[in-house]
């Protein structure tokens, strides 16, 4: 990592911990919705980038038309997902529901207020005990001034990679295209597609080398492929990509170094980046002799601070409006 890099990554924790002091301090009463429009939030307050994402917000919305729902695709692998029951952490605030501002597009089709685990019954999803980053990304729009309303298109899968599972045409990616067709239609004209968060690659450095080498062609071909299936919905969908940590996890995904390497590389218009280096993981016995642990899966905490960072990204770049 170079200097810059650092640098950048230093000032990206501590905004983090001066918006997640800011959440904590700003705990929202359920019945906050309905006085949204004259209780600014301090954490708004705070931030010029969050004001400047909600004139951009305004101006998109027009002054006389109802609140959007903003919504967002969540796809990927079991970090998407959220996949921390064991870590022994009760759940987070920032976790909370939001009755009436956070939706969740449920694994039967309708839209429902979003509770964790928003994947619940998606590919058969069991756990309710566990939280992915979603419903604090979904928080921190809102609290920032970035998004009215937010709803989530959970489409996540643990274990898949993007080299075969997430193939355009294939389950993974179908049902990811038709249930965000069948949320926006839902929505009647109340939403609009906002971009996808991606958090995914353990995968494709569990295979072989090449495979984790074609990560960054895969991706290239897989985005074009999706913006194209969902251009009716948006010109140039934005995404969010979680850039793999490797630090101890090289033996549960032995080229995920590599992973990362493609990642960090991909340059492509309206793909915006996140480091997941430096969020919490639980150590997790992956059967190795020696009974060594590896970090595979963020805890609860880590899910929503990584959540509160994605959401300040996204409210400081204007809601990764793509110019090009
Ligand atoms: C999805 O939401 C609808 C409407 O609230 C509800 O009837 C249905 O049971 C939900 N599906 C699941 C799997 O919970
Ligand atoms: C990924 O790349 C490899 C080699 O270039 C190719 O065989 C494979 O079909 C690609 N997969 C996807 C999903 O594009």
Redesign the pocket.
């Known amino acids: 990592m170079t200097d810059r890099a650092r640098m950048r990554l230093l000032v990206a924790a501590v905004s983090i911990g001066l918006l997640q002091l800011l959440l904590q301090l700003h705990r929202p009463q359920h019945s906050l919705h309905q006085h949204h429009d004259d209780s600014p939030s301090p954490a708004a307050g705070a931030a010029a980038a969050a004001a400047a994402a909600a004139d951009a917000y305004a101006a998109a919305a027009g002054p006389s038309s109802a609140p959007l729902v903003d919504v967002w695709i969540l796809a990927g692998q079991s970090n998407m997902v959220g996949w921390n029951k064991a870590d022994g952490q009760p759940m987070p605030q920032l976790c909370a529901p939001w009755p009436g501002e956070i939706l969740a597009f ?5 839209w ?1 207020d979003a509770v964790p685990n928003v994947h ?2 998606i590919y058969d999803y069991p756990d309710q005990d566990s939280c992915g980053p979603d419903m604090a990304f979904a928080r921190t729009l809102i609290q920032m001034g970035a998004a009215r309303k937010v709803g989530l298109v959970p489409t996540a899968m643990g274990g898949t990679n993007l080299f075969q599972h997430w193939a355009p045409g294939g389950q993974l990616w179908s049902n990811m295209v038709g249930r965000t067709q069948a949320g926006m239609h839902q929505m009647a004209g109340r939403g609009r597609l906002r971009g996808m968060l991606w958090i995914q690659g353990e995968a494709d450095g569990a295979g072989s080398m090449q495979q984790a080498f074609d990560y960054g062609s895969n991706f290239t071909a897989w985005l074009a492929a999706t913006r194209s299936a969902l251009s009716a919905l948006h010109p140039q969908l934005p995404v969010l990509m979680v850039i793999m940590a490797t630090r101890q996890r090289s033996i549960a995904f032995p080229h995920i170094d590599i992973v990362a390497a493609q990642q960090r590389a991909l340059q492509l218009p309206g793909l915006f980046k996140l480091e997941m280096t430096g969020f919490e993981f639980y150590p997790m016995d992956v059967g190795l002799p020696g009974g060594e642990a590896e970090l595979v899966h963020l805890t609860k905490a880590g899910c929503a601070a990584l959540g509160v960072a994605m959401g300040y990204l996204v409210a400081s770049k204007d809601g990764l409006q793509c110019s090009s």
């Open positions: 449920n694994s039967t089709g309708e429902v619940t019954g």
